[in-house]
């Protein structure tokens, strides 16, 4: 080998060190800059592994965000894997609809799909959706915008799988009245089971991974003191609300950072009351931080979900005055931000006859209509439909302001 080839063999070995040296000085002085940021009771392990930093995915689908914002279905894993699948395609190609959001962890815990079986998450998995690469397939050759739902801490499988990670009351996992139990959001190990299962979804070609669930049990704070559980990073501090709160905004946050080289959005599920209030003492959702640390968020603000509120006795009835007057009051709060996130609400496609006579309407095309007349008129042009059997009001005009 002659000199002239050693010296530049060396000279590329040495510029390989120095730019591994320069990567890493510029992820300690990022490192330094967001631990700065973080409050007294923020968790002090956010940092991710230098691998994953440079990581880079291409998941070899493409999917351009819609043009003229999402107006998305919910979809569970049944409907995904089955034939329901096909009338909400149709639905999609012959209607304004362009994204869907579909179920790949459940509200029970389970996964919808069969991974590889050696995933850690193989018994954990039901054979909802049969082939995954023929949704994601089938998604991009009809240019339906797809966003993973994944249920974070309401998880019964999890949680009587490895009870120490749930709210123990008594010895034995702790559930609420419909009989669900919850993991806890203090727990770093519960973050990273989460985002294992994001970061699959990631793979699998979605372009958005929703969190919904992102909280503590409704009515935590009245028994907080009575259940056993651990506080992981948690421990200091006197203000238990105030825990629950940074808990919660800590794991959206991680979350988006470990998603970054995936290059999916994060949106994040939440109760519509939160951006009425400063913040959800038992739950531990606040409003303006979770949106701080996501690109979506997405109030759940179903009108037969609201007590009197806005002045309006039995909200269920006045679907076009609820919309309208939250979202102003989300406005104002996203307003204040920085850098607020798109708004994108879940609005009602189901009639909620548990209310009783005289509480509720038959919600169709009128009602339908009506909330998202409200948000447009309001500057939100994005919405998503919650109807849980996946049963969608035809006919409707899901752009009523053209």
Aim: hydrophobic share 35%; with cysteine; proline share 4%.
């Amino acid at each position: 080998m002659g000199k002239h080839l050693v010296f530049v063999l060396m000279l590329c070995i040495f510029g390989l060190v120095m730019g591994t040296f320069s990567v890493q000085a510029e992820q300690t002085e990022s490192s330094k800059a967001r631990d700065h940021q973080q409050k007294l009771l923020t968790k002090t392990n956010l940092g991710l592994p230098e691998e994953m930093v440079r990581f880079d995915y291409d998941s070899g689908y493409s999917f351009a965000y819609p043009k003229d914002g999402v107006r998305g279905i919910y979809v569970t894993g049944n409907s995904a894997g089955g034939q329901r699948f096909l009338s909400l395609l149709d639905l999609m190609n012959t209607t304004e609809l362009n994204s869907m959001v579909i179920d790949i962890k459940d509200d029970h815990g389970y996964l919808t799909y069969r991974p590889e079986e050696d995933s850690p998450f193989y018994n954990i998995s039901q054979n909802f959706i049969g082939d995954t690469d023929q949704l994601m397939e089938t998604l991009e050759e009809n240019e339906i915008y797809p966003i993973a739902r994944i249920v974070v801490f309401k998880d019964t499988v999890l949680a009587e799988k490895e009870p120490d990670l749930s709210f123990l009351e008594n010895g034995e996992v702790w559930k609420n009245g419909r009989g669900e139990a919850f993991v806890n959001p203090f727990l770093q190990e519960v973050w990273d089971y989460n985002i294992a299962i994001a970061e699959k979804a990631a793979k699998m070609g979605f372009k958005e991974i929703q969190f919904d669930y992102v909280r503590f049990p409704e009515g935590f704070e009245r028994r907080d003191e009575m259940l056993e559980y651990g506080l992981g990073e948690y421990e200091d501090g006197d203000d238990n609300v105030q825990k629950r709160v940074q808990a919660v905004t800590d794991f959206v946050a991680y979350a988006r950072e470990r998603l970054a080289p995936y290059h999916v959005d994060v949106s994040v599920d939440i109760f519509g009351y939160a951006a009425t209030i400063s913040e959800a003492p038992g739950i531990g959702q606040n409003f303006s931080k979770i949106s701080e640390n996501v690109d979506v968020i997405s109030s759940m603000i179903y009108p037969s979900h609201w007590t009197p509120y806005f002045g309006i006795d039995k909200p269920d009835l006045y679907p076009y005055e609820l919309t309208k007057e939250y979202a102003k009051v989300e406005n104002e709060v996203l307003d204040a931000l920085e850098d607020p996130p798109v708004s994108r609400p879940w609005i009602q496609d189901f009639t909620a006859s548990w209310l009783g006579a005289g509480n509720y309407k038959k919600y169709g095309k009128e009602e339908v209509e009506a909330q998202i007349r409200a948000l447009n008129e309001q500057g939100i042009n994005e919405f998503l439909l919650w109807n849980a059997a996946n049963r969608y009001t035809q006919g409707v005009n899901y752009k009523p302001l053209d």
